[in-house]
């Protein structure tokens, strides 16, 4: 049996739809369930952030989760497939009237991926102060908490809405299927065989 984790919400759903095309049949959670077994897989039903740390634990075999939250959390699990769900990007966002001043030393940055801000101001040699926030990260620059955000931008509403601007954009993400590693030495066929099926239907 594989034990899959995937994230809460619309990439939980899309991976779902993909097992139910592969394998037939209906592939969802029970209202509050957080496992589900079905077709000789047991999906675990985790915060986007906790699906790495499933998987590099060996609790889940393999999982599903945005390269955003791989590239933050650095941990050491197999990058199976690039699955095209959820696409989006992490950029740093400033007041529409501002504009980023890379000059300055000392810029306020407010955002949930602390690594990814500091690996990409450190790689611009700018030193940055990095306040860590756990949500409505867009409210900081309009009350005076940092000068600017690194964020996710899927449609750009969230930005848009509240007076913010897309100052440079650091990475593209979308949803990847990860592997814990010796799960992936140890069911090496199984979970090839089923990332060549979910690759057929993406
Ligand atoms: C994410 C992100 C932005 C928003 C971007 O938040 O932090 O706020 O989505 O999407 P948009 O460009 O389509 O507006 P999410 O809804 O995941 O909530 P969170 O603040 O709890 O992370």
Redesign the pocket.
């Known amino acids: 049996m594989l034990t899959i984790a995937l994230p809460k919400g619309r990439i939980a759903e899309e991976t779902l739809e993909i097992f139910s095309k592969v394998f037939g049949g209906e592939f969802a959670f029970d209202n509050r369930k957080l496992i589900l077994e079905n077709h000789g897989f047991r999906f675990l039903n985790v915060r986007s952030q906790d699906v790495p740390t499933y998987v590099s634990y060996g609790a889940a075999d393999i999982g599903v989760v945005g390269l955003d939250v791989i590239t933050e959390q650095n941990l050491d699990i197999v990058d199976l497939l690039d699955m095209q769900l959820g696409k ?1 990007k992490v950029a740093i966002g400033i007041k529409n009237e501002d504009e980023l001043d890379w000059s300055r030393a000392d810029i306020k940055v407010a955002t ?1 991926m602390v690594n990814i801000t500091k690996n990409y101001f450190a790689k611009k040699a700018v030193g940055v102060e990095v306040i860590k926030l ?5 409210l900081a620059p309009l009350i005076g908490l940092a000068d600017a955000i690194v ?11 509240n007076g913010l601007q897309v100052a440079e954009d650091i990475m593209e993400s979308s949803a990847h299927l990860i592997a814990n590693k010796n799960s992936f030495y140890a069911k090496k066929s199984e979970i090839l065989s089923l990332s060549e099926s979910i690759k057929r239907f993406i």
């Open positions: 989006c949930k756990y949500g409505s990260i867009e964020d996710i931008v899927e449609t750009g509403s969230t930005m848009r809405e």
